[in-house]
């Protein structure tokens, strides 16, 4: 499962993007960020814009440049998107910190 795919759709002129991976949905957001982050927690290498762009992930500046031809029905949200895949940072330990079962005990101050 070293492929994903990414289809805009737009609901309630709301712009939404589904990322999915052999035949299974993985994510849905409206968020560039948070779909760059998936991909690249799950390790995902191929990626596939609305079946019309296929890039190798992290993606670099001439990725960028060479969607920039390509007529997407969501133009901007798909140059984010390969933006968004090329700004990967480390991978936190935990994935989804916001999802811990107790909170983290706050610092004192100094």
């Known amino acids: 499962m070293q492929t994903a795919e990414v289809v805009f759709s737009r609901r309630d002129g709301v712009l939404h993007m ?3 991976a052999g035949g299974n949905v993985l994510a849905e957001s409206s ?3 948070s ?3 998936e991909l690249q927690i799950r ?3 191929l ?3 609305d079946g019309l762009f296929t890039t190798e992930l992290p993606t670099r500046e001439k ?3 060479q969607a920039m031809d390509v007529e997407f029905p969501e133009k901007m949200a798909a ?3 390969i933006a968004a895949c090329a ?3 480390e991978v936190v330990a935990f994935p989804f910190p916001e999802r811990r079962s107790r909170p983290r005990t706050p610092v004192p101050e100094q």
Do not use: F, N, P, V
């Open 43 to 45: 390790g995902l290498r």
């Open 87 to 89: 700004a990967w940072g």
């Open 63 to 65: 990725t960028l440049a």
């Open 31 to 33: 968020s560039q960020e």
């Open 47 to 49: 990626l596939i814009i």
């Open 79 to 81: 140059l984010k998107l």
């Open 18 to 20: 589904t990322l999915s």
């Open 35 to 37: 779909i760059a982050r």
